[in-house]
């Protein structure tokens, strides 16, 4: 049920979906998706559904973690990215093995943990790790080439903007509960340019920590 077998045929739906990005499709058969997530629902991890993480939170499911990370890096590789939202840490751990420098951001501090002793284990050492409402973003280390959000905020934050580099990308889901979209904002020389890509449902980018 958690074998390397089980990811084989996560990855080959995803094919199935439209995934193309062979890096990504590598990465994800390479990570084990299930100690992510608690043990009793292990052997649902390879499923294409989101799980609760608890705190209210969900673990994204396979296809959209897929469809962001190959959204983001479509045009190249990226070296500075930051993640809003690291919740159990799956996409984080995707995230650090396809770019060059990984900043991770999170509201909730025992999630925000969790992730980061997990990634410790599975030898994922280099990401940095931040408690803090995503929506100031990482000013110390900005500016960033790519930023992806696992929330979705009603309106995208102006700091978040801000700190994306020249020709830097973001994929962010934005609207209310029941209404999302996926973006993909694109830092050009004289503005942004703002591509609308599948209805999506992610849980809500709220402020403050706690
Ligand atoms: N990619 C993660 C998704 C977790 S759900 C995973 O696969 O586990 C989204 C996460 O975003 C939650 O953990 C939530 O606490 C966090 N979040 C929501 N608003 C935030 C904000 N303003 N700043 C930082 N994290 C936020």
């Avoid at 084989?8 to 299930?34: F, T, W």
């Avoid at 943990?113 to 990482?138: N, Y």
Wanted: contains cysteine; aromatic residues 6%.
């Amino acid at each position: 049920m958690t074998s390397r077998r089980t990811r084989e045929r996560m990855v080959a739906r995803l094919r199935q979906q439209g995934i193309s990005n062979n890096q990504v499709l590598q990465v994800m058969a390479q990570i084990p998706r299930h100690v992510f997530v608690d043990e009793a629902l292990e052997s649902r991890a390879y499923e294409d559904t989101a799980l609760p993480i608890g705190h209210n939170q969900t673990i994204s499911q396979p296809y959209i973690v897929a469809k962001m990370t190959e959204l983001l890096l479509e045009r190249g590789p990226l070296d500075k990215v930051l993640e809003i939202g690291t919740g159990c840490g799956y996409q984080t751990a995707v995230l650090a093995k396809l770019v060059g420098q990984l900043y991770t951001v999170e509201r909730i501090a025992p999630l925000m943990k969790k992730a980061r002793d997990l990634l410790w284990e599975l030898d994922i050492k280099t990401v940095g790790f931040k408690h803090s409402d995503g929506g100031w973003g990482w000013p110390e280390h900005a500016p960033f080439d790519g930023i992806l959000a696992a929330a979705a905020p009603v309106e995208i934050p102006e700091a978040l903007l801000q700190q994306l580099a020249p020709g830097g990308v973001m994929v962010i889901p934005v609207g209310p509960e029941g209404w999302q979209e996926l973006h993909r904002i694109t830092r050009t020389a004289n503005g942004f340019e703002d591509e609308v890509l599948e209805r999506v449902s992610f849980v809500p980018f709220l402020s403050g920590i706690s």
